[in-house]
């Protein structure tokens, strides 16, 4: 098995967060256009004493898939 690189991980989770966050701050530009994908309705998983709720949402635009291609490329740089 190959042994997973938490730098790639760690720099690609950094550069969707700095990229969707581009992307809100520029609202009304081409960078915001993205799509929503997920569960729109939690699924609960209720046994009596406890009650679990499953639910996942993305939110992709395309400064977060430039965030992520900037982060390839830096690990690329320090690789």
């Known amino acids: 098995m190959k042994r997973v690189n938490w730098v790639l991980v760690l720099l690609v ?21 993205g799509q929503q994908f997920g569960l729109t309705n939690p699924v609960e998983l209720n046994m009596g004493f406890v009650v679990l709720t499953f639910g996942l949402r993305f939110h992709i635009n395309i400064a977060s898939v430039l965030g992520v291609v900037i982060a390839f490329v830096v690990y690329r740089f320090i690789r």
Do not use: H
């Open 13 to 33: 989770l950094i550069g969707l967060v700095i990229g969707s966050l581009i992307g809100a701050y520029f609202s009304n530009t081409f960078l915001s256009y």
